[in-house]
């Protein structure tokens, strides 16, 4: 049997006795190169995020020189590669800013096409995976705009199941920001849309396929949102970020688009660890049983913690010791053992900016504790770092992670010279599969 990830052809492992592999490590035993990444180079391409693809295969959604994001398959060798990079007709840019692969391995991406008369509109495309063409049965010609009076930003897409005549059906929600005029302090509302399968509004959402929510008149920043066991929308935003004592909120919204008034009372619940602290969320993803997990940071003045929190019956935060004082969190993916990796970036390990990953065990009930079976234990902290600068001081960051098999994958920048470039790492992690082709130890069970 062949594998392939990431452009990597890898041979299903000769069933014996495991090599022990280090949880968090680069999987530099079955990726290539030899340090375990890719590294594409040059142009100011780097990797906004990604996910992998229902074979395994890593998807980057890519920037160019600030100017464009395309998504972009990583090749079967080091050569070149698959990309898609459509832009609407009478468009100046389109940039993709999340991606998923619904029920039927169709490719969704969103994000914001610019219209010289328009401004920034949101901007919802569908294509046939994985040749690369506009799937015409969405919105006639495969692709979905809507036009609000302000600008667009930090939008993210969702699958959700609904019922029609007592038929689950599955419908894509978007949400983001909403750039408003500042009146009273208030620059940001979050906005979310409902999208048939066609890709029309959903009126069977708030009414009109869409709805704008306000906290407390606050600037409110969407982090992360996702779709719960009960098919209610969760969203965490976060509050005044630029504030000394920053908190963030989380909002939540029933099938039909009204809030929960279940949560708190009124469907909003506003988060502050500590007091004096400046708390912000990153990321955010569902279980199985319903619990909703957040991660972000803490700032203490002192030192940065990362923060980790689960929504059950009752939320339960805790936060752990970071070495920087530069940090934040911008992705997590749930392993199907309640094991949260969190992705980002920190300054803890050598005073430059390095890409980071960290493992905490979510049980469903009990204490949120880091996982010391993930990475050497060589850092200063729980983090794993991860450096592939090719200029000291350079800046890497992780903007994505996603799991292939079970292991985590990580899509970002890093500084190989002058401009940044991409890279897509994927880490060891000590499971054997049933396949056997997994290096591991089996007492990671």
């Known amino acids: 049997m062949i594998r392939k990830l990431c452009g990597v052809v890898l041979m299903t492992l000769a069933v014996g006795s495991p090599a022990r592999a280090i949880d968090g490590e680069l ?13 594409m180079v040059g142009g100011g391409i780097v990797a906004d ?65 610019t219209f010289p008369a328009f401004g920034e509109l949101i901007f919802v495309v569908r294509y046939l995976y994985p040749d690369c063409t506009l799937d015409t049965s969405f919105s006639d010609d495969g692709y979905f705009t809507f036009d609000l009076p302000e600008d667009v930003s930090a939008l993210k897409v969702r699958t959700q199941t609904v019922y029609v005549l007592t038929f689950p059906v599955e419908r894509l929600v978007v949400a983001g920001n909403r750039e408003l005029g500042g009146a009273g302090g208030d620059f940001m509302d979050t906005i979310v849309l409902r999208l048939t399968g066609g890709g029309a509004l959903d009126t ?6 869409w709805t704008s929510l306000d906290f407390a008149d606050e600037t409110q920043l969407l982090a992360d949102f996702v779709v719960d066991r009960q098919r209610r929308i969760v969203f965490g935003a976060n509050l005044d970020a630029l504030s000394a004592d920053a908190d963030w909120v989380i909002g939540r919204l029933l099938p039909d688009g009204a809030l929960d008034s279940t949560l708190d009372s009124d469907g909003w619940w506003r988060v502050g660890l500590t007091s004096g602290a400046a708390e912000q969320v990153g990321a955010m993803a569902a279980a199985a049983n319903g619990d909703v997990l957040f991660a972000g940071t803490e700032d203490t003045g002192p030192e940065r913690r990362i923060l980790v929190a689960r929504l059950g019956s009752f939320l339960q935060l805790t936060s752990f010791a970071s070495a920087g004082d530069l940090a934040w969190v911008t992705s997590a993916a749930l392993q199907g053992d309640r094991k949260l990796v969190v992705a980002g ?18 049980p469903v009930s009990g204490t949120l504790a880091v996982d010391p079976s993930f990475g050497s234990g060589g850092e200063p902290d729980p983090l794993t770092y ?21 292991r985590p994958v990580l899509f970002g920048e890093a500084n190989f010279g ?8 994927r880490l060891e992690n000590a499971y054997l599969f049933a396949d056997g082709f997994e290096s591991g130890d089996r007492s990671a069970w």
């Open 27 to 39: 999987d530099t035993e079955h990726f290539y190169p030899p340090d375990g990444r890719i590294g």
């Open 49 to 113: 995020g990604g996910l992998v693809d229902p074979d395994g295969m890593a998807v980057a959604l890519m920037r160019l020189n600030g100017a464009e994001v395309r998504w972009r398959q990583v090749p079967d060798d080091i050569g070149p590669a698959t990309f898609c990079d459509f832009t609407p007709p009478l468009a100046t840019e389109a940039r993709y800013r999340d991606a998923l692969f619904d029920s039927q391995g169709r490719l969704v991406l969103v994000g914001t096409a």
């Open 204 to 209: 069977s959402f708030d009414g009109d396929g």
């Open 345 to 362: 970036w920190s300054n803890g390990f050598d005073g430059d900016v390095d890409a980071f990953a960290l493992r905490v065990r979510v």
């Open 386 to 406: 991860f450096s592939f600068e090719a200029v000291p001081g350079g800046t890497d960051a992780a903007w994505g992670v996603d799991l292939a098999a079970g």
């Open 418 to 425: 002058d401009p940044q470039g991409m890279f897509v790492a």
